[in-house]
């Protein structure tokens, strides 16, 4: 209790690790993974690419990437007593607590959960991030009553997923756009989700705890589920002229306005940039999307010179929307993209493991008496 420690709430600005995955630079308004700027992953790569570069701390080779392909595909298709459970589950449960038990339950079914060696936990990584839209994709269909629709090992992760979400092959526009926002969501620094897998594993608990606890982290609207609330609100604004009032009213009760700001980035989220031309080009500038556009210029106009700018989830939700998915989704979309950074995380950590033990700042009273519970 004598002993002072530097203290800040939420570990707010506290480096808990190195990593070479990727770099935000805030100021500037940059993303990096492994030292590539984010747009020249979007004009040039997949998602698949991106996760295996992650995995692999480097560019992945030819035959590297047709093996990870090759591994993605064969790995989709859940155990037959997983997709029993996912049939049972209450249709009104949450996608994203459906996600968390079912990939708590794969432990279950899978031996090299019992191995506690670094090439166990890269082929868990793989199985995961291979998993992850047969889990969404199953419990959607699951929840309507729909027929599930198996995944088809001709098609890539994303058009896969939109396949086995819809029932019918996505466009290649429409699976690019999907690709794109996978590959604009897979990584992003030390954040809650992330941090909350690497303590997990950091006590040597294995990678399917660990990336339970990153998709229960994700899940809260603090971390994952603003990109929900930004359509919620742009329904709520109805059209372009409504805007300026609806805003200013918002801003004058210090109303926090979703979709805008965030901790790292005092300047335009490079991924809201690249999301907003393909909201833009899906909604072919619909009335809900010049709503948006309006409000952006209402909030930089009034908060811009605070470092206040859209960020990702701004205009993601216009995005999917667009491809027709359900809000609810937005946020399993998310976990879909961020396995490949928790699951490279992870394995970065566990190379030069130490387990997390921050300390906690005792405010109580010391040497009480105890009182016996009738005297109380
Ligand atoms: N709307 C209006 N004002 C805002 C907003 C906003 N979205 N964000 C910050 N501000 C204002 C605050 O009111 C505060 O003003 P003050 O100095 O007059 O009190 C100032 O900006 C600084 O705010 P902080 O809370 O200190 O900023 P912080 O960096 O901690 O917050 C956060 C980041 C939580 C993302 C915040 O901007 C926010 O709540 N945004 C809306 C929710 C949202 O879009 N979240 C998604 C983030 S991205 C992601 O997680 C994938």
Redesign the pocket.
């Known amino acids: 209790m004598t002993e002072k420690y530097p203290f800040s709430k939420g570990l707010a600005g506290v480096p808990a690790a190195e990593t070479v995955l990727s770099f935000i630079n805030g100021q500037e308004g940059k993303l990096y993974y492994l030292g590539i700027p984010i747009e020249e992953w979007a004009e040039h790569s997949t998602f698949e690419e991106v996760a295996l570069a992650l995995l692999l701390r480097r560019l992945p080779k030819k035959d590297e990437m047709k093996m990870f392909n090759a591994a993605l595909r064969s790995a989709r298709e859940l155990p037959p007593e997983v997709i029993d459970f996912i049939l049972d589950l209450p249709p009104d449960t949450h996608p994203m607590a459906a996600l968390r038990t079912v990939v708590s339950l794969l432990e279950a079914y899978d031996y090299d959960a019992k191995l506690e060696d670094l090439e166990a936990k890269f082929r868990i990584s793989v199985r995961l991030i291979a998993k992850f839209p047969t889990i969404v994709a199953y419990f959607d269909r699951a929840r309507k009553g729909l027929e599930l629709i198996p995944p088809d090992p001709t098609l890539g992760h994303a058009a896969n997923f939109l396949y086995m979400l819809k029932g019918e092959r996505p466009s290649d526009y429409e699976a690019r756009v999907m690709d794109i926002a996978l590959i604009l969501h897979a990584d992003?620094g030390m954040?809650a989700s992330t941090f909350t897998a690497m303590v997990i594993a950091s006590t040597l608990s294995d990678m399917y705890s660990a990336i339970t606890g990153g998709v229960a982290a994700l899940k809260g609207p603090?971390?994952?589920g603003?990109n929900e609330?930004?359509l919620k609100m742009l329904k709520e604004i109805g059209s372009p002229e409504n805007a300026e009032k609806y805003i200013l009213d918002k801003?004058a009760k210090?109303?926090?306005?979703?979709?805008?700001?965030?901790?790292v980035y005092k300047a335009y989220d490079p991924r809201a940039r690249i999301l907003k031309k393909f909201a833009e080009e899906l909604t072919k500038r619909s009335e809900f999307y010049q709503t948006a556009v309006k409000v952006e210029e209402i909030?930089i106009r009034e908060?811009g010179a605070?470092g206040?700018f859209p960020?990702?989830?701004?205009y993601s939700g216009l995005v999917y929307n667009a491809l027709g998915i359900d809000t609810d989704l937005f946020t399993p979309i998310?976990a879909i993209a961020r396995v490949a950074g928790w699951t490279a995380h992870v394995l970065e950590y566990l190379e030069d493991n130490r387990i997390f033990r921050p300390r906690a700042i005792y405010k109580g009273e010391i040497d009480k008496k105890y009182i016996p519970i009738d005297e109380r």
Do not use: S, T
Request: proline letters at 0%; zero cysteines.
């Open positions: 992003h954040n603090l971390h994952g603003a609330r930004v801003l210090k109303e926090r306005i979703m979709g805008f700001g965030h901790r909030m908060k605070k206040i960020n990702v989830d701004f998310f």
